[in-house]
């Protein structure tokens, strides 16, 4: 049986200083019966791996190229996280994909890499508030899924992130019809592409203003197996409440 999951994205935040955060949650959490991934700027990542890699936190990372190596100054290759420690990448994140202009044949060529590395690729979906009033939806979703989704993909190698775009960060959560029909469509989507067994064993995360007030209400919708937490997650004090939620 797949084990939940809660992932910490950080974004860009976080000092040296904040790797005492990370350090706590491994303190308030020894044995979890959950997953706990943390994924900090990329200037901490190689310090937080060192400091967590006898605890049960894992470290992540947020993004990463497409390719293994080359000519492609400032970025950061999935072999290159792996090496430092990380177990997991995000990709395709709404913020990518609307400052940074990711394409999901991007994201799926970014996830390809993240496999060959050895990590985790935690890809995200999301629809903005405009395609959502168009009643756009599932069709938005199907299409960044069926273009996102690189071949070999497994429950082993992939995670799925619904991130609504209108609700990071503005506190505005979908109800639970809302998030239930997207999470449901996505495990009968992942079904067809992948067969059912299969679809079966990758973990759906819920991502958007998730917080101690809402995560137990979240955790309790259909195929919801965890969520992606953003600013919630900087904190061990804010965090420990979503993971003791997703626990219960």
């Not at 996102?148 to 609504?164: M, Q, R």
Request: glycine share 10%.
């Amino acid at each position: 049986m797949k084990r939940k999951l809660v992932v910490g994205n950080w974004k860009m935040n976080g000092m040296t200083a904040s790797l005492r955060e990370i350090q706590k949650l491994g303190t308030a959490h020894p044995a979890p019966t959950v997953d706990i991934l943390v994924c900090p700027p990329a200037t901490l990542i190689a310090t937080a791996a060192g400091l967590m890699a006898k605890s049960a936190i894992e470290i992540g990372a947020q993004d990463c190229h497409s390719a293994g190596s080359g000519a492609f100054t400032g970025d950061i290759s999935a072999a290159m996280l792996s090496d430092i420690g990380a177990k997991a990448v995000i990709v395709g994140h709404s913020e990518r994909r609307e400052y940074h202009k990711e394409s999901s044949a991007l994201v799926s060529e970014k996830a390809r890499s993240a496999h060959a590395a050895g990590l985790i690729a935690v890809i995200c979906l999301g629809e903005t508030e405009a395609e959502r009033a168009a009643g756009q939806t599932l069709a938005i979703i199907a299409d960044q899924l069926d273009a996102s989704l690189p071949a070999g993909t497994t429950g082993d190698n992939t995670v799925i992130a619904y991130e609504p775009v209108w609700a990071i960060g503005s506190g505005l959560t979908p109800d639970r019809t809302q998030i239930a029909e997207v999470h449901d469509f996505l495990r009968d989507r992942l079904g067809e592409r992948i067969g059912t067994s299969g679809a079966q064993a990758i973990r759906l995360l819920y991502g958007g203003s998730v917080k101690a007030t809402n995560a137990a209400a979240i955790f309790a919708i259909s195929n919801v197996d965890g969520a992606l937490v953003g600013g919630a997650s900087l904190l061990e004090k804010d965090f420990t409440p979503i993971i003791k939620a997703l626990m219960d």
